[in-house]
């Protein structure tokens, strides 16, 4: 049996948004969000592809990208 227990979900503030949103990770190639992660420093693709705030010669499934997503999502 599953047991599911509430949890405290991370909600952006109002007013950001629709900075914050942004599309799926798995539909958007490094360099296409490393673009518009120029243009939007709020925007989330800076936790779920954060290799874009890192070299890009670095493989996306480094374990710097994990520690940097977790970082910025600590500064968020």
Do not use: C, W
Request: hydrophobic share 40%; aromatic share 10%.
């Amino acid at each position: 049996m599953v047991n599911v227990r509430p949890f405290q979900a991370v909600r952006p503030n109002e007013k950001l948004a629709d900075k914050i949103a942004s599309l799926p990770y798995d539909v958007l190639s490094s360099a296409e969000a490393r673009e518009l992660g120029k243009t939007n420093p709020y925007s989330f693709l800076h936790i779920d592809k954060a290799e874009i705030d890192l070299e890009e010669s670095l493989s996306p499934y480094d374990d710097l990208v994990y520690l940097k997503a977790k970082d910025n999502l600590r500064a968020f």
